[in-house]
């Protein structure tokens, strides 16, 4: 258990509201992290906002996918600090503790496969795109096994897509772990909104009997709205409708709270005739079994198939905010750059 003790000290690192580091420059925490590094760490770290590496993101183990950026291994406590405090800025409380738990999983995979190298707890790389010292426009990144945190800011703006999160082992079967369930509001409201239709509804809803073997959109640079499948929002009842949103509500309650209210507002008002809700596979846990909640903006992946149906993937995209497309392509117009 000596890796897990760069957890202890950063979970008592002060939160502050998105407010507050808008308040305080958005750049100085990131600006804080790359003066303490020295020049190699730095060059490896800092990159252009235009480096291609910035849009090529993965979910896999980095054993399997090579990170640009340091991995926390490679950093002393302080500079761990300093990336989980911009964790705790960027995220809400409820998105940072499942992250921690998330890279947790990793100490239970390691002793379950008995291979500490691969499933290695410190192997989550940061990299930072622009100067936030100097660049009005710049972004950073946290990712390693099941986790991909992409920040792209914008001034005082700031878009949080592509954010994927996993969970291996689903369900936590033995040990000292045993019972945990990551992604558990992911999956049982899921599943409880499937088993709420009636008949004619899962016609509509259930678009495949089979589950797919991963999310459809994988780790793609860009994506565009997929097939529209599934039963519209307009077709289900008020009590159905509202666990659709509570649902979404839970995929968003990972961003800071001011942010996800605003989201959640332009999706009920802005968006709701546009969702469809599409199931494929089994509608009972412990069964392969997938779902996408799709809008005009946006898209949510949910997939339980691998390891009987033990090992789940989530996903959020914005079709135009992915990487901050739209607020980089608003902020050169208004700056009148090209």
């Known amino acids: 258990m000596e890796k897990m003790k760069y957890f202890v000290p950063l979970m008592v690192v002060v939160f502050l509201s998105f407010e507050a580091i808008c308040k305080t420059e958005p750049s100085v925490l990131a600006t804080r992290f790359l003066n303490s590094l020295d020049a190699a760490q730095k060059e490896k770290v800092l990159m252009s906002l235009e480096d291609e590496s910035r849009s090529k993101w993965h979910f896999l183990p980095p054993a399997s996918w090579p990170r640009p950026g340091l991995p926390l291994k490679v950093l002393n406590d302080r500079q761990k600090g300093f990336i989980h405090e911009l964790l705790q800025v960027y995220l809400s409380d409820k998105g940072y503790?499942?992250?921690?738990?998330?890279?947790?999983?990793?100490?239970?995979l390691a002793v379950l496969e008995n291979d500490p190298v691969k499933r290695d707890s410190e192997m989550y790389f940061v990299a930072f795109y622009g100067d936030p010292a100097n660049?009005?426009?710049?972004?950073?990144r946290f990712e390693g096994h099941h986790v991909s945190l992409n920040f792209t800011v914008v001034g005082k703006q700031v878009a949080y897509v592509p954010r994927f999160f996993g969970a291996n082992p689903g369900t936590v079967r033995e040990g000292p772990k045993k019972g945990t369930r990551?992604?558990?509001?992911?999956?049982?409201?899921g599943l409880k909104l499937v088993n709420m239709l009636n008949e004619?509804?899962?016609?509509?809803?259930?678009?495949?009997?089979s589950a797919f073997q991963e999310i459809v959109t994988s780790n793609a640079?860009?994506?565009?709205?997929?097939?529209?499948?599934?039963?519209?929002?307009?077709?289900?009842?008020?009590?159905?409708?509202?666990?659709?949103?509570?649902?979404?509500?839970?995929?968003?309650s990972a961003m800071p709270h001011e942010v996800a209210e605003k989201r959640m507002s332009n999706l009920r008002t802005e968006e709701t005739d546009a969702i469809r809700f599409g199931w494929a596979g089994a509608t009972e846990i412990g069964k392969p079994h997938y779902y996408r909640i799709q809008g005009k903006t946006?898209?949510?992946?949910?997939?339980?198939?691998?390891?009987?149906?033990?090992?789940?993937?989530?996903?959020?995209?914005?079709?135009?905010?992915?990487f901050g497309r739209d607020?980089?392509?608003?902020?050169?117009?208004?700056s009148g750059h090209h």
């Open 327 to 334: 607020l980089i392509r608003e902020h050169y117009q208004r």
């Open 182 to 189: 990551v992604l558990k509001n992911e999956e049982d409201l």
């Open 221 to 252: 640079s860009e994506v565009e709205p997929l097939d529209e499948v599934g039963i519209p929002v307009k077709d289900m009842n008020k009590a159905q409708q509202e666990v659709l949103f509570e649902l979404l509500k839970e995929y968003l």
């Open 97 to 108: 503790q499942k992250t921690l738990d998330i890279i947790a999983l990793e100490e239970v």
């Open 298 to 322: 946006f898209l949510v992946e949910f997939d339980n198939t691998q390891n009987n149906a033990n090992h789940i993937h989530t996903v959020w995209r914005d079709f135009d905010g992915d």
């Open 200 to 209: 004619a509804q899962k016609k509509k809803a259930i678009f495949r009997l």
């Open 135 to 140: 660049d009005e426009t710049w972004g950073w």
